[in-house]
């Protein structure tokens, strides 16, 4: 509203303010004369704070009964606290990404299906049971993820950023200071590993498949699982050399080296570099791409043109969540079951 | 006398009256404060401001969007484009000269070919800056929704026209042939067949992505299907698919699919899988009216 009155500019919108001023400075003076009520020995106003741990502070008038006063009933509606709010928040975040993972548990039971194809009735139903708590256990694991806070990218200078200390000063769970010990290290290093939750559902079906019918039978699936999971990261390397290929015109021996070279130490986030590629001054920033294991394999002119990447891990450090996200987005969209399969659900 | 009360109540004294009446207006004041005083009827003053914002949406100037489309939106204009173009033409000839060993000579001739390139596509992108300078257009007439339609398809043929993704298309890929000797065009070539398989392969990956997931595809079905769509790719200008699909739409492979021998790719699948594989197959086959149209298989 203040926005509009700017707008307007006829001089109304001062006049509005004006009258707002001196109609606040009016309120300030009641709210004066009301605390000074209390002085005058009419009235004294007693207010419990029912809700607080501590007890109130007695300011009783010369005419208050010295007989204590009757219990407070109990307020009607208690606010939530911060804990109890976030909770509320994340559950709301995990009601949303549950249908994404339904589908995700359909492609998983569809592969199950196809491997043992004469469950008995009460097996699949366990499954899928203990698939469906994967599901919500897989949406409320993302969503916390998703709820803790980003860190605040780190200055060129490589210090570790004041917002960062301040906020580990008053014990906000930001990123562990580098090199402050080797357990901060191996804590940051399991914060940078992003929660899967279709990798919670999956492991929920396989569980509850061996349960059924037993180890040796049931691995099978936990191989597929773990060849497809080798075959996806082969797709996303293949792709996103592709892409560098199209930038920086790569010959086929470079493209082969690059591909051994970004798969031999995976990383989840490299998926980021096909999903969030930016252009910065003419430049072409890939966040995520592992650019000191790609830039031993180009020429010094391909590496002038693709940069050392600095900007790309400085937007990696802060944006853990879309990192998150898209890798999550990414495989949810893959999944085309909308029917239940009948076989499973009924 | 002590009151105990919530904090949602309020207990004054008769005395005290008036000074509920002061807080009440001081209140009121507060609520009211933030909103304009624009007379008898406010609406006015709205619907100027809904009218602002409307007609700022409303009309585009198409300079800046020349710059933000070509020219990343800061200022580089054509320089950029050129500076561009020729970094990638560079890069090109320094592939070619590393799978066939260029001499200075043939090197000479492929740098000139590329600074005639770049030459070009700076001209055509002035010409099209020129023709669009300081106009505005406003969606609000049919005059200037035209000249947005005709100043978009304009600006795709423009950038088709200059871009680097396609080798067989620009200067220097047109004379490759003729500058290379026969020993350095059959390594190019062995090279070109590699991008062209690799980039066969993406698109598998894209379909293929898919298709596992909705069928329960184990690992031996996929490397047999993949073993399959690679023995004979069908004759897809990639470049100019990518351009028009991105590198990872899954209706490329599925076209493939579908003209591969039905009863080898049967094999494959179980019955249950077999009945959405066809189904997948199906909607493979209604895209190739869209392909044959856009000219996607290279002649």
Redesign the interface.
Known sequence: ??S??R??GDG??D???A??????F??????I??GS?RA?G?????????EAEAAPVET??P???EDP??A?PA?EEVPLTPEAMARQQIEQMAAQYEPMLMRVLQ?E???????H?DLPVEARRAIVAAGEKGVKEGAIAFSEAMSTPQPVPAPQGGDDGFLNAVGRAFGFPMPEEPGRSAEGAKKAEAKKKPVDPCHLVSDAVAASLIEQIGEASGKDFL??LS??EQ??RA?TV??L???L??D?????KQ?ESIEAAIAEKWDEGVAMA?DHQM?I??RKIYPGLPYKRVLPHL?P??QS?LGDGKQSREIMRSNRQGMLQSQFFRRAN????TERDPWWFE | ???????SMT???P??AW??A??V??????L????????SDDTI??E??SQ?QQNQFQTIALDQQIQQMLG?G?G?GVE?VR??AM??L???I??LD??CGLSDAQRDKLNLAARLEAAESMQLFEAFQRRYAGRTVNFQTREGQQTWQRFHRELNELQWATSR?GRSRHLPGRVVGRVLDDRQRDAWKA?AD??TA??W??FL?GGL??L????????RQ?EAIVALLMEDPPRIDMAKA?ESFG??NPFLCWYAMSRLDQDRLEAIF?A??WEKVSTIVRQGEQWEPQINTMKLIEE
């Open positions: 509203m203040r509009h009155s707008a307007v109304r919108g006049a509005a303010a009258a707002g001023v001196w109609l606040r009016l309120g300030l003076v009641a709210a004369a009301v009520g005058d009419q009235v004294a106003i007693e207010v419990d704070i029912v009783a008038a005419d208050a009964p006063p009757p407070v307020a492609d039971l569809e592969l199950v299906r196809t491997l194809g191989d597929e060849k497809r075959r996806r797709a293949r792709r050399v592709g892409i290929d199209d920086l015109s790569l010959s086929a493209r096909l252009e001054n003419g020429t002119a391909q043109k893959l999944s085309q079951q | 006398m002590v009151v105990r009360m919530r904090p207990v004054i004294s005395a005290g000074r509920t002061l807080v207006v001081a209140l009121l004041g507060a009211l404060a933030d909103r304009p005083l624009l007379g003053g709205v100027n401001d602002q990343d800061n580089g950029m500076t561009r970094t990638h560079e890069l090109e320094d592939s590393e799978a993704s090279e590699l991008r690799s980039q392969r993406r990956d992505s898919h596992e997931c909705s069928v329960g595809m184990t690992d996929h990518r590198d990872h179980d249950r899988q």
